[in-house]
């Protein structure tokens, strides 16, 4: 017998103190144990003295039923409280005309005959969770548009558009090792306190907790499927894109070349990050609309945890986006040159000569040359020849 609500009410005014039933004999259902199930019944102790209580199965039991209220169950004076009356696996708890039983209190003129109903089968409000994930579809979308269209480019990458190539996130980047798996730690927490019986049960009690299981463990499933599906679709909505040289500015090359290769898109990023956000944030408020509606939902708690929770979502999902965005699109670096070994022994024999020169005279060969005159030289060296003409004497005579 477990005793776990006890009201004292003081000693009656009227001169009848025998033990009454308080609870509603047409609500007594079962719940569902391990080892059977168990009801709830409520009895009032009007007298001075404490009195035992025991059950046991009624007429028209199922065969080997037994029912108990527990070892030394007592009824206390002057209290109203509720015990728990246990069913045995041989009951058939399931059976529609439910079980009777009887309870009996001690100095009571008769026992309280009752029959406990079947467990009730979960009836979670299915509405709630299409909408949930509606909403989440649709919030996911407006946020993945705004997202890119507020976006800016890097410094010298190509031009924006929802099929731009981002060859930043390479072979090695994976969108399930990105945002799409750390999005789901406010989930997993939420499902790990409503989703687990123990927790559910000690928080909501017996009565809602089979709802709330039922949408916890059904959402969880489909949430669970879009986020697998999310990098599949970031992979098919991949793009071949030709080479795209380096870019130069004044000559020289402040970006590398990108070589030609199937890359990802910005349309497939944004996509998968839509279909993630919309099952994270579907998961989440379809467990918090189910707790909602059950008693434990008061001032406001509810409610609270699931703004506080969207926003961090939500947050979280449009900084990461821009990140990869911007990790992608970021043209790669200039290439570095590596000096052959000729041009490092030229190098190292001009440097030679410039310090056996004292800063005056470059001696090659047999000519000296003034140190201040080695740049005027150097340019004209590199200077474009001048255009061969069209006509062929003028090219004859220019040879000769």
């Known amino acids: 017998m477990i005793v776990f609500m006890g009201v004292w009410f003081g000693p009656p005014a009227l ?34 003295d404490p009195l035992d209580v025991t059950a046991s199965a009624g007429t028209g039991a199922a065969e080997g039923c037994a029912v108990s209220a527990g070892d030394g169950a007592q009824l206390n004076p002057y209290r109203e409280e509720v015990f728990e009356i246990s069913f045995s696996a041989a009951c058939d708890i399931e059976r529609t ?14 026992p309280f005959k009752l029959v406990a109903k079947p467990p009730s089968a979960p009836s979670p409000n299915w509405d709630d969770a299409i909408t949930a994930y509606a ?14 269209s507020l976006w800016r480019l890097p410094d010298n990458a190509q031009k924006k558009g929802w099929w731009m190539p981002l060859p930043g996130l390479d072979a090695t980047w994976k969108f399930a090792d990105g945002w799409a798996t750390n999005a789901t730690v406010l989930t997993t927490l939420v499902t790990a306190v409503f989703g687990a019986d123990k ?15 039922a949408v916890s463990l059904v959402v969880s499933a489909l949430s669970l499927g879009l986020v697998g599906l999310s990098p599949m679709i970031v992979q098919v909505l991949r793009r071949r894109c030709p080479e795209v040289p380096a870019t130069k500015v004044g000559g020289k090359a402040v970006t590398g070349s990108v070589p030609s290769g199937l890359y990802v898109t910005s349309a497939g990023l944004l996509v998968g990050a839509v279909v993630t956000l ?30 506080i929770s969207g926003l961090v979502l939500l947050g979280y999902a449009v900084v990461s986006t821009r990140q ?9 670096p200039p290439e570095k040159t590596t000096a052959t070994p000729e041009t490092r022994r030229a190098a190292h024999h001009v440097r030679r000569e410039l310090e056996a020169s004292n800063g005056e005279q ?6 000296s040359i003034p140190v201040d005159q080695i740049d005027s030289l150097l340019e004209e060296a590199l200077a474009p020849l001048p255009p061969v003409s069209a006509n062929p004497a003028s090219r004859g005579s220019a040879i000769l």
């Open 15 to 48: 001169a009848d103190d025998a033990p009454v039933l308080t609870s509603d004999e047409d609500s007594i259902s079962m719940t569902a144990s391990d080892d059977g199930a168990t009801a709830e019944v409520s009895l009032q102790n009007q007298g001075p």
């Open 324 to 332: 990869n965005l911007t990790t992608g699109a970021t043209p790669p």
């Open 199 to 213: 927790v559910t049960e000690a928080l909501l009690g017996e009565g809602e907790t089979p709802d709330v299981l």
């Open 97 to 110: 005309a439910g079980t009777p039983f009887v309870v009996e209190v001690a100095t009571a003129p008769d």
């Open 362 to 367: 470059l001696r090659v060969g047999e000519t």
């Open 135 to 148: 909403v989440g579809a649709g919030l996911s979308m407006l946020v993945a548009i705004l997202t890119f």
């Open 278 to 307: 919309t099952a994270t944030f579907g998961q989440l408020a379809s467990i918090l609309l189910a707790v909602l509606n059950t008693e434990f939902a008061t001032d406001g708690f509810i409610q609270a945890i699931g703004i």
